[in-house]
């Protein structure tokens, strides 16, 4: 265990010259608070690096725009994009299973070994592509990793936190470094993603119950019991309050202190179950149903507006600002008729739910650009191979489209609902192999 008064800045350059120079491994964290299996990250070989910056390609003698199975420079130059990083498959690394694209980087889950039954999740920089760490994993996760960022004004100044869950055990990492921090068997089946504030941690499950939990304890301070399972992650909103879904069909608004409180909470019946989750922007729930319907609540659980999609809005849908005064969310509606699943993708106005566009046979919503939506079709229904297609934001006419067919996991990139001006625009490609390429919007 590390016990220095190098500050945490120190910390980070130290690990990232490190890594740019030959690979420093460790099996210590320089965190220090634990001895957990978070381990700084050697650059792979023929590993990523920023495209472009000479200096930086001569330090690394990874760097490449470019790699074996990456989209040609020239395809994306006739579209007006670039590639931001490529990185090439290392066997130190493995098999890619699966990516979770959060707004601290991009989280892939490898199998280093495909005869041995281990796993580790790789944290990537998203403007670079480098790894900054890893972390042994016992199994792949169920689900997504959540990360919590204290404030400024955050007593002792609390490390930054990525919440792990495999099968009831919770895990506490620092962001930062990937080390362990602190573990706690939960004592019921979990069912969604934690959601986390400053003390606690909220989380659903099967038992049809939320359970609101001080950190490090395993034990619940409160929990609510709803009339169906919990199927998705919830959300905080502004003033701390939390939004959560269930299969009951309702929409539920709660109070971190102690759950239902009058006065506060509501809770509002959709006509079917709910099994995305509840988005939460600027001043607005969004909550897909399979009653066919889309719905905009205020914070005090007035309806907004609803849509009508035609059909079933079972995932959780996308909310992303075209402008700053021009907020649009997404949804994909489905159902099956013949034996065949139709997807049809709903741009919307976030303010009013004025339908924009829609689309037949879209798979999933990637991202926003300046004046382009990215979209992937349904493979099952169209015809040509694996492409990814930009469309007017506001028209929904086709702009262009590219292959990716060597990709298998294109992650959504909301870029933190459209706010985010280094990401908005990026689509992060990714292959099972382990190739990875990162391609952007020119300037």
């Known amino acids: 265990m590390l016990n220095s008064g190098l500050r945490s800045e120190s910390w980070g350059w130290l690990l990232f010259t490190c890594f740019l120079v030959g690979g420093c491994r460790s099996s210590v964290s320089p965190l220090g608070p634990t001895d957990g299996p978070g381990k700084p990250a050697a650059a792979p070989a023929g590993g990523a690096a920023p495209a472009g910056g000479a200096s930086e390609a001569a330090s690394t003698r990874a760097v490449s725009r470019s790699a074996a199975g990456a989209i040609p420079e020239s395809v994306l130059n006739e579209h007006g994009m670039t590639t931001l990083w490529t990185k090439q498959p290392a066997k ?124 490090k304890t395993g034990l619940d301070s409160w929990t609510y019991i709803t009339g169906g399972e919990i199927t998705s992650a919830g959300t905080v909103g502004e003033g701390g309050h939390l939004y959560f879904t269930s299969t009951d069909k309702y929409v539920y608004r709660l109070e971190p202190a102690s759950g239902w409180v009058n006065g506060k909470s509501w809770r509002f019946a ?46 959780t849908p ?45 798979s999933q919503v990637i991202g926003i650009g300046r004046r382009a939506v990215y979209l992937l079709p349904d493979t099952r229904a169209v015809q040509g191979g694996r492409q990814l297609i930009a469309v007017d934001a506001m028209k929904g006419d086709e702009l262009f489209s590219i292959p990716v067919d060597r990709f298998e996991i294109i992650p959504t990139n909301d870029a933190e609902h459209g706010t985010n001006a280094r990401t908005r625009g990026v689509v992060y490609l990714v292959s099972k192999a382990g190739l990875v390429q990162a391609i952007r919007e020119k300037p």
């Open 92 to 215: 130190a690394e493995g098999a890619i299973r699966n990516v979770y694209l959060l707004p601290e980087g991009l989280f892939a889950v490898t199998r280093p070994d495909p005869d041995v039954r281990s796993w580790r999740l790789i944290r990537y920089d998203l403007e670079t592509g480098l790894p900054s760490w890893f972390y042994e994993l016992e199994e792949p996760l169920e689900h997504a990793p959540v990360a919590y960022h204290y404030g400024t004004s955050a007593s002792g100044q609390r490390p930054d936190e990525l919440y792990l869950l495999q099968k009831d055990v919770l895990r506490c990492l620092d962001l930062q470094y990937g080390a362990d921090m602190w573990r706690v068997r939960l004592r019921f089946p979990v069912s969604s993603a934690p959601v986390v504030d400053d003390n606690q941690l909220y989380v659903g499950s099967y038992d049809r119950r939320i359970y609101a939990m001080p950190k």
């Open 318 to 362: 996308v909310v992303m600002s075209l402008k700053p005064d021009k907020p649009m969310v997404f949804c994909i509606s489905q159902e099956s008729r013949g034996g065949r699943e139709k997807r049809i993708a709903w741009a919307l106005d976030a303010k009013t739910g004025q339908t924009y566009w829609h689309r037949d046979d879209v």
């Open 270 to 315: 959709t006509g079917a179950r709910i099994l995305g989750s509840p988005v939460f922007f600027s001043r607005w729930i969004f909550v897909g149903s399979t009653d066919f319907k889309l719905y905009c609540f205020e914070m005090d659980g007035t309806r907004a507006w609803e849509f009508p999609a035609e059909a079933s809005v079972s995932e």
